[in-house]
């Protein structure tokens, strides 16, 4: 009589057969685990539950069914169905159990098959395994076991087996044997792919979404992983992060625990282990590759073994910050006055004064914070601050969801993670923004991000899935850290696809521009390349939300402030550079710097400039090059400095600060990042270095004044401006041989502040200049500036009153800057 199984408990369709290929091993593996885990299966104990009993069916009448599909069902002891096709097309239903009894049980069922009793006895042949199918646990609990194999005949059209929990996670590698027993004829019976049935026992199929780790409330963690080339993966679980071998490696099956490019697992528990990673293969030549870091971990450790720099992601929930009472600043961005810094240069030096265990770390810039008030600055950008490649630097980054470990206490990822943002809050709580730089189109030599599906370091920035993984990454950044903006390292880089072409309407930059998480940041795009530690000029569409590191001011202020460059560049830079932000942008996106931390510094840039090497620094040595005891040549170099810091701050845009130029640091010379040395705070005491920091604070305190004029969110009106030339009369805007520019500035009608009068002097020569004439005889010009004076008296918040006869002219001393204010006889 046949009979006809019944289908049930099914909930969801997962879309693909699920037995796993034979021939598809990817790992070196040994049959047996580490010590912890050869004393778990020393012993194992399976159960067949139910009675042994002879069956029989027909072989030459198995039907074929009309499905492909596996279907998996949970309930609440974790069941999971699967659905196998026969070679033949016939079908098997297994269904995989955990149970109260600290056991998973297994039973395998003939489904839609035509048994007819009394023609053939059929046996399932199995074994267990986790990273090779042909590598199985030695299971030594009966005498039929032979090389780890078991023969269990079916009972009523069924096996039923019991696996003790210690067993999981593993799969479970099974055939079918059928026997008659009146020719003794024995015939396999394998899948529709000719292998071996695979099925997980411990573990589940897992979800392809959300890619990384997630832990779900019922203590399940779920892992999924991106990977469009390679063959196949490895989930490596260690349960001591610092062990050369994980403790248990499991070797995904790519039709169970694959859904088009993502591999996906759920590990039921997470004990006895504490760190991850995956071990992927091309099967290129059959080579094991070493065990890669998840993209997507959120805690993530790195060792030194004996190999290269190994990252593991923790397995371990973050936990959560205690943002109470933040108060986050919201700067509009005409208001910002940024200074750059490296996390570890700040305050590393003994000179810090800080104790070694948080000098160089987040906790040491907590600290330190003052410095950036007494300069005047209200935001603060980080030097990438993702772990990284250390032979190549933190522009060479190995992961974009975590901060690096040796910028926080011990080295310990979480307390690095709290560290960072204990300092967010605190520079908050002063009306200071963090922005970070970030770095997503290459990477380190070492970690995952190139060795997941390409032999090379670049990134595709506009391919989906990386499109996602910037994305989310600098949510995460936004969400869990507070940070209040990005300036992207390389932007050149996002507007280019596959073959280098330019993209007008790049997914990434178009995507980041109107992300609503991203709606409140700052940012900010920078087309310096590290590896080239040069500067690409791009248009760069920016939707009216993309700010640049404006790369041309520097250009064009050096060129002129040395005395070459036409005075019609260096106005243009003057005023927010309307030729690169007046299409649906305005000054304010401009984010202006002269040096920065690539390049020469603010003191060699005035310092040294014979070597060829230094071509494209535009720097002007002042007469000598390097260390000097000449007289004339140190005014000179002091005069261009303070020249270089006026111009930054007097122009509309955002001024970026350089660390360390408020205290004259020097690499001798040299334009090399790896040069920089750790900013001296000793040197913030010296006389040089006390005027220098002085002169910022006092230039920052000016900005902020007279917003009206110097922080606009929009360009000046034609009738707000008024540009002299030598003798008052119209500049030479087009005269290579011109070294002389000033302007007025007009205020608002019913401003409480009057006109700004500045004049620039790029001459060897002194240069008479004339002041505008005051608006009426109750307003007087106040000299708040004259770059050439000695200190303490080159400015002033107060301004100094013109004599009577010098009321309409000034005299301008070589290579030097002024400012006039216009103010009441009443207020002056």
Known sequence: MAMLLPVRYVMRSHGLSSEASESSKLFTCSCKRDQMFNKLVSNPKIECVKRIERIHCDRSKLKALATSDVYVAKASEKLATYRLRTE???RLKVVVERKYSNKYGVHVELESLQLLEGEEELVMIWGLFTADSQCLMPLDFQQSSVDGQCETPFVGGAVELDFEADLAPSYLSFLLKSDSGSDSKVSMI???????????????????SPLGVSFLSDGSVNFAFFSCNVESVGLCLYSNATAEKPALEINLDPYINRSGDIWHALLYSSAPFVSYGYRCRNGVGNKEHHVLLDPYAKVIEGFVLNQPLKWLGKLCEEPAFDWSDEVRPILPMEKMIVYRLNVARFTKDKSSKLSGGIAGSFSAISEKSQHFEDLGVNAILLEPVFPFDEQNGPYFPCHFFSPASLYGPSGDPLNVAKSMKEMVKKLHSRGIEVLLEVVFTHSGDVGALQEIDSSTNALNCNHPTVQQLVLESLRYWVTEFHVDGFCFIDAFSLTRGSQGEFLSRPPLVEAIA???VLAGVKIVADSWIPHGLATKEVGFPHWQRWAEMNSKFSIDVKNFLRGRGLISEFATRLCGSGDLFLAGRGPSFSFNYVTRNA???????????????LESELSWNCGEEGATNKKVVLETRLKQIRNLLFTLFISLGVPVLNMGDECGQSTGGSPAAADRKPLDWNALGLSFCAQISQFISFLSSLKMRRGDLLQRRSFL????IEWHGKQQLPPRWDDPACKFLAMTLKADAGSSYGDLFVAFNAAGQLEKVGLPRPADDETTWVLLVD???PFPGFFSEEGVRLEEDEKLTYEMKSHSCILFEARRLSLS
Request: aromatic letters at 8%; charged letters at 20%.
């Open 88 to 90: 033949l097309g016939g």
């Open 514 to 516: 109107f992300d609503p």
């Open 787 to 789: 770059t050439a004076l």
């Open 599 to 613: 390049g020469l510094t603010l003191l060699d840039l005035v310092s040294f400039s014979s070597s060829t090497e």
């Open 717 to 720: 009106e034609e009738d707000s």
């Open 190 to 208: 394998r899948s529709h792919r000719n292998t071996k049935f695979t099925v997980p026992v411990g573990f589940g199929a897992g979800s392809p």
